[in-house]
């Protein structure tokens, strides 16, 4: 009898016959259809459990899981319903799913015919990496006079790991070869200079830039012949991602640790496609998560399992350690893609010396956020006092985020300040923009 659940109808049809009880002692006819009603209503319970309860297999059910989650993304989770009954039924689902999404209210109710099938999907947007737990996915079936229910359980306790940000690295990709990026208009990337490899000599056609022409091979064969160039492959790219306690900042539930993780993943899989070497590390008191920069086939997989379970520890990052490692572990010269976050031109004095000490042998780009909340202040008309207060504050730190870029452009330190939910398209870009200007 565990199984056995009253449903609200029951409950209602009592209550009404209750009223009519009530009704009965100011109306003594009453008092016999009361009495029927109440007979018919628990006839009908008896009924409506033989009905549900006839088969120990009224219904079969699945959870369809993919494989692991992506962190910060939509996520579908399917399942798939069939009604062995004889005629329709109405079930309720209630999916026990992980306690991190702290969903209390969680129920999909849906009617399925005899003998039917009903498939259908729900979606679940993890804010952090790490291990998700399912509990039990609950089916409650009642027949159409909707009296009782029998509970049935499927696939109790299936574990989901969290992994960065996979699911739209196909879309990256697709965009990063034709070497633009739809944010608020289309920024294409125009190739200086020829600072590629050489690919192969061919004949020249109209549009060729006449400035490649190979007059060796054009007085041997006798007509123009010119030298063809493709991107330099096999540069090495390297990643460096603060998990200080400045990283730890929330927004739209995502850390600013994990912004940084995800456009890691998306900028990496970009990398390796372009045939460069993909690298990267955590730092904070010390360096952790090392990723040697390579670009064999199991680079990418190497790169989300090192981030696939990496926390801010809240200390102050020391970057002077970070200086230490970098020129111990970088012995050439690399593009160094460093994400953190300086709030103030004085945070940013505080580390510049190491900065420029990394910058002395590699390219390095510091990526740092701009805070949506002071966004939304600086465009926000104001009605009072207060809210003017509020504007000239947020129009401070702004000023003072310029400032950084500007003292970092002193030492030749290029820098990408963007908001968290931009940073994958605008790191992109700017791998893509050092590639086509050939200054790495």
């Not at 409506?48 to 939509?74: A, C, H, M, T, W």
């Not at 947020?394 to 500007?406: G, H, S, T, V």
Request: charged fraction near 25%; glycine fraction near 4%.
């Amino acid at each position: 009898m565990k199984n056995l659940y009253i449903n609200t109808r029951f409950f209602f049809t009592l209550i009404g016959v209750g009223i009519i009880y009530v009704f009965a002692f100011f109306f003594p006819f009453l008092m016999i259809v009361a009495h029927i009603l109440l007979l018919m209503c628990f006839l009908s319970v008896m009924v409506d459990y033989l009905f549900v309860f006839n088969r120990k297999e009224g219904v079969l059910s699945q959870r369809i899981l993919p494989e692991k989650l992506s962190n910060g993304d939509e996520n579908p989770i399917k399942i798939d319903i069939k009604n062995n009954y004889r005629f329709k039924i109405h079930v309720k689902v209630i999916d026990e799913i992980p306690f991190q999404f702290q969903k209390r209210d969680f129920m999909i109710q849906k009617n399925i015919e005899a003998g039917r099938n009903s498939f259908f999907q729900y979606i679940l947007e993890p804010k952090e990496r790490g291990e998700y737990s399912f509990g039990a996915l609950n089916i409650f079936v009642s027949s159409p006079l909707g009296f009782v229910a029998k509970r049935f359980t499927f696939q109790k306790d299936a574990m989901l790991p969290s992994y960065p940000s996979f699911i739209h690295l196909r879309k990256y990709e697709l965009m990063a070869l034709q070497n633009e990026f739809l944010l608020g208009g289309i920024k294409k990337i125009r190739k200086l200079g020829h600072t590629m490899e050489f690919e192969q000599i061919k004949e020249y056609v109209p549009g060729d830039d006449i400035r490649t022409i190979n007059w060796k091979a054009t007085s041997k064969a006798n007509r123009l012949m010119v030298n063809q160039f493709q991107d330099e492959k096999a540069q090495r790219i390297f990643m460096l991602i603060d998990k200080g306690r400045t990283m730890k900042m929330p927004f739209n539930g995502l850390s600013l640790l994990d912004y940084s993780i995800n456009a890691t993943m998306a900028l990496s899989h970009i990398i390796l496609k372009k045939g460069d070497r993909a690298g990267m590390m955590t730092f904070s008191k010390k360096a952790e998560n090392r990723v040697a920069a390579d670009n064999k086939s199991g680079q990418l997989k190497k790169i989300s399992e090192a981030l696939y379970n990496v926390k801010t520890d809240f200390f102050e990052s020391d970057f002077n350690r970070l200086y230490q490692d970098v020129k111990f572990s970088l012995n050439q010269r690399s593009l160094v893609l460093l994400f953190t976050n300086f709030e103030t031109l004085d945070g940013l004095n505080r580390q510049l010396k190491y900065l420029r000490g990394i910058a002395k042998n590699h390219l390095l780009v510091v990526v740092f956020f701009k805070n949506s909340e002071i966004q939304a202040l600086m465009h926000k008309n104001p009605e009072n006092m207060q809210e003017i207060y509020d504007e000239i504050v947020a129009e401070k730190f702004e000023f003072e985020k310029k400032l950084i870029i500007q003292e970092l452009r002193k030492y030749g330190i290029y820098s990408v300040y963007t908001l968290p939910e931009n940073l994958n398209i605008d790191v992109i870009n700017k791998y893509l923009e050092i590639k086509a200007r050939g200054i790495l």
